[in-house]
């Protein structure tokens, strides 16, 4: 029993929830009072309403955010009927803009917006000592990094076997780029280097090896940014992986210099693109430079072992399906192992909301409020993009076809014009783009490449078969007889990423 109980619904049950680990760090006297539920998207609302229920609290804090504020307005609306005494506290950024509209912030007693690592404390100990006066909106002040007590211990060692670990250096972002709430964080705030690389000295002693870093600029400090990458690099390990999220146009000499001295797969960048239209990028007040960008991710494949992951969105204002083409196109050639493929959302407080009159868009009431059509792209054609992002996920990005997926567009004119083919003739055969076996995926690939693009059965086959062994399946899809081949030894890496390793090192 706690009279404070933190929860939040996880998008998946891999993710540990490193807000309200902030929370609980940062409670003070009140830490002893207070238990953490975790749950995730996948759960019935009634079965959490449940867990909660025994634990019995007075008062309950839910971080909400894009993919889980559906299932949480149930659950509040659920908690409320059965326990109106329960003093519910919101916060998250899905709460923090446009709250007068949510039904999620009617049901709730209070919510907090902004940051809320240090203003949960002072709420809760507010309302444990019966005070009724306290207002509905509570505009936390934004913290200084050097204010937080950080959350690293509060990883169990469960956690640590089993799920991904959350970190951070800094918080904030420099980029006004009008689609991302980050934009609305100016300040970039640093947490001190001693006692965030002690912590993470604490968490690799106690066996950690996958870190995710939420910085939103990694290398925006690159004094820090290549201390970190050090740090690693002299506790280096067999297995340890690393995610950052990178300003793509910022990679000088010193901190090539590190970066290449990482074994393949151990490093993964998340670079954010977008779009290579000049005049869409003016539009989203996005700043870059194109040909520095093109200079690192060349760099970046051909003298280092980092796993790309580089990201694209489909409905910009200005940005039309031949615009999209180009650009994807330029990417491609490029050779990150991962083109993500994403569709604009309109997230709560972002300035891209000055657009919709212009460029007529409209995006869809419910989360994660995608773009349905704008002045472009007609609904028809964003249905056929969101088509081509998942069936590209599917098969260009999972790693299971390293090999085979190439064929759709080698020899043509255009990779994305060609994969655009494939997904308009696959989402026809199939009639769907959800919940495919990969044995199915894999035959309608093999129809497409023979049958379509008229290449050579046993070429084909052959690509199939190295792709299908290629993560150690020892199985084998029925359209293709049986293979003599050895079973591959995995790496002790995530799996995607380990099967791109295995296949385009």
Not at 15 to 43: K, S, T, V, W
Request: hydrophobic content about 45%; overall charge neutral; glycine content about 6%.
């Amino acid at each position: 029993m706690s009279q404070i109980l933190l929860a939040t619904l996880n998008a998946r049950y891999i993710h540990a929830a490193f807000g309200l680990r902030y929370l609980m760090a940062n409670l003070g006297a009140l830490r002893n009072e207070a238990a953490i539920a975790e749950f995730d998207i996948n759960q019935r609302p009634l079965e959490i309403v449940d867990a909660i229920m025994a634990h019995a609290p007075r008062i309950l804090g839910l971080g909400v955010y894009i993919w889980n504020v559906a299932p949480t307005t149930e659950v509040v609306a659920l908690l409320k009927r059965l326990r109106p005494d329960l003093k519910i506290v919101l916060g998250g950024p899905e709460v923090s803009y446009e709250s007068d509209q949510q039904e999620i912030v009617r049901l709730a007693d209070h919510v907090i917006t902004g940051e809320a690592d240090l203003a949960f404390a002072e709420v809760c100990g507010a309302l444990l000592d019966g005070k009724r006066d306290l207002p509905k909106m509570i505009a936390a002040p934004l913290p200084l990094p050097e204010q937080l007590r950080m959350p690293y211990e509060l990883y169990s060692d469960h956690d640590i076997a089993h799920r991904v670990l959350y970190v951070e250096a800094s918080r904030g972002c420099p980029f006004t780029c009008e689609f991302c709430l980050s934009s609305l964080d100016i300040p970039v705030r640093a947490f001190a280097l001693p006692p965030f690389l002690a912590a993470l000295d604490d968490l690799l002693a106690r066996g950690a090896t996958q870190f995710k870093f939420v910085d939103r600029t990694f290398n925006l400090n690159l004094a820090t940014s290549r201390a970190i990458l050090e740090f690693f690099l002299a506790r280096w390990r067999d297995g340890l992986f690393m995610h950052f999220e990178m300003v793509p146009d910022r990679l000088p000499e010193p901190l090539r210099e590190v970066i290449a001295k990482f074994p393949p797969g151990a490093l993964q960048f998340e670079v954010g693109i977008q779009t290579f239209d000049e005049a869409t990028s003016r539009n989203i007040s996005r700043r870059q430079n194109l040909d520095r960008l093109e200079d690192n991710l060349r760099f970046l494949r051909e003298h280092t072992g980092v796993h790309i992951h580089a990201d694209l969105i489909v409905g910009l204002p200005g940005e039309d399906t031949a615009s999209f083409g180009r650009g994807f196109d330029r990417l491609l050639a490029l050779r990150p192992q991962e083109i993500q493929v994403g569709i604009l959302k309109k997230l709560r407080g972002t300035p891209i909301a000055r657009h919709d009159a212009e460029w007529e868009m409209i995006y869809s009431p419910n989360p994660p409020y995608e773009i349905l059509q704008n002045k472009l792209l007609d609904f028809v054609a964003m249905q056929r993009m969101r088509r081509f992002a998942r069936f590209w996920d599917l098969v260009g990005n999972s790693g299971n076809f390293v090999e085979s997926a190439p064929m759709l567009w080698t020899g043509g004119s255009s990779p994305f014009e060609s994969f655009l083919n494939f997904s308009d003739w696959i989402s026809i055969r199939i009639g769907r783009h959800h919940s495919i076996a990969l044995a199915t995926l894999a035959e309608n690939l093999f129809i497409f490449l023979t049958a379509e693009r008229g290449l050579p059965n046993s070429q084909v086959e052959a690509a199939l078969r190295a792709d299908w062994h290629r993560a150690g399946r020892n199985e084998h899809p029925p359209f293709l007889e049986k293979s003599g081949a050895g079973k591959t030894p995995r790496r002790i890496l995530p799996k995607r990423q380990s099967r791109h390793l295995a296949g385009n090192p």
